[in-house]
Nanobody, 125 residues
Framework: QVQLVESGGGSVQPGGSLSLSCVAS????????MAWFRQKPGSARERVVH???????VYLDSIKNRFAGSRDNTKNTMYLRLNNLQPEDTAMYYC???????????????????WGPGIQVTVST
């Protein structure tokens, strides 16, 4: 069983930046697809980025290169750098792991097995 915990969220003004971390415990994530999702009130969770075990990222198109996902398997940690944040980025951000895949990571939340509790990112003036 893998436990995931996010950190680094908070409130910023438009144009600000945040760095999120997701630390895994209980087992290694080195062979798992990993992903960041976000969920806005009243909406389904959407994939922000997923990374295969080699750390190759695939992003939500609307991110427009503002976010950078990465992972360090030796630290059992995944990261998300959020740059030039805008109000529409306000959401709960979730870390997720898919124990059944190492490559060909999926964009659907239903394909992921383990989830962190989520962390709030708020962007407002």
């Amino acid at each position: 069983q893998v436990q995931l915990v996010e950190s680094g969220g908070g409130s910023v003004q438009p144009g600000g930046s945040l760095s999120l971390s997701c630390v895994a415990s209980g087992d290694t994530i080195s062979r798992y697809c990993m992903a960041w999702f976000r969920q806005k009130p009243g909406s389904a969770r959407e994939r922000v980025v997923h990374l295969d075990i080699g750390g190759r990222p695939v992003y939500l198109d609307s991110i427009k290169n503002r976010f950078a996902g990465s992972r360090d398997n030796t630290k059992n940690t995944m990261y998300l750098r959020l740059n030039n944040l805008q109000p529409e980025d306000t959401a709960m951000y979730y870390c997720a792991a898919d124990q059944g895949r190492a490559w060909g990571c999926r964009s659907n939340a239903d394909d992921y097995d383990y989830w962190g509790p989520g962390i709030q990112v708020t962007v407002s003036t």
